[in-house]
């Protein structure tokens, strides 16, 4: 059983480079990639800058993937951003885990399980969707606060599981701290996806465990991805392997 995930800082719809906003680019990334599974970082809701739209709603309906889950994390005078999940089949438990550090940016990962539907089997992946700080420091704290909150902590070491989203992991430490401590490995550690005009840094990165392996990740390539945002999504083919007979 296979699926594709895609993460994906919008920055708000608004281009790196020309700052227009135009959430058209931003679906047409997503759907030339066609992914089951999309997790989207700086989502705007009510916000001026970005016409008042509910962006969530608006990328669900166009792309097709119209199970969402979307979780407000800054506020800003005028509307909110934040984390989305856009998938093809059903999310179930979702919730919300603070990382806000504090005298930092307040900040959230947003979980779900995700029930995959193919040729009449089902399989359910565990996905956190988190934009994490600045701060290295910062960073392994919240990885930490997350990875030993319930909704890991009760999972089965063999239960697919995927935390993906903009780590702003400048230095590509992450992958040796917490990540593998708790047995995740890197899908495409080294594609760089920031700033999308030409990229330099892999800031934006999927980590998973489980029955599940990595097939192939690559970052968006097209010319409509290049100015879309100030990060370019980063898509990842997966392979559901079979769990253990007893």
């Known amino acids: 059983m296979q699926f594709r995930l895609l993460t994906y800082n919008i920055h708000k719809g608004i281009g790196g480079v020309d700052r227009r906003y135009d959430l058209g680019r931003i679906v047409e990334t997503i759907a030339h990639y066609a992914p089951d599974l999309a997790l989207l970082q700086e989502v705007d809701d009510g916000a001026p800058r970005s016409r008042r739209h509910r962006q969530v709603d608006l990328l669900a309906e166009a792309t097709g993937l119209t199970h969402t889950a979307y979780q407000h994390n800054v506020r800003l005078k005028v509307g909110h951003y934040g984390n989305a999940i856009l998938s093809r089949f059903p999310l179930h438990d979702v919730a919300d885990c603070d990382l806000t550090v504090p005298l930092k940016k307040r900040r959230q990962a947003l979980l779900a399980r995700c029930e995959l539907h193919f040729d009449g089997h089902r399989r359910t992946v565990a ?47 992450l992958g040796r701290g917490a990540l593998r401590e708790h047995g995740f490995t890197s899908a495409g550690q080294r594609v760089r996806t920031f700033p999308a005009i030409m990229p330099a840094r892999p800031l934006d990165r999927v980590f998973y465990r489980g029955d599940i392996e990595a097939a192939g990740a690559f970052a968006g390539h097209t010319e409509t991805a290049r100015l879309a945002s100030d990060h370019r999504p980063l898509v990842v083919d997966f392979q559901l392997t079979e769990p253990p007979q007893d």
Do not use: C, I
Request: aromatic residues 10%.
């Open 127 to 173: 996905v956190a969707n988190v934009h994490l700080g600045l701060a290295g420091l910062e960073r392994q704290f919240q990885l930490r606060r997350l990875l030993n909150q319930p909704f890991f902590a009760h999972l089965q070491q063999r239960t697919p599981a995927v935390v993906a989203g903009d780590y702003n992991d400048v230095w590509n430490s």
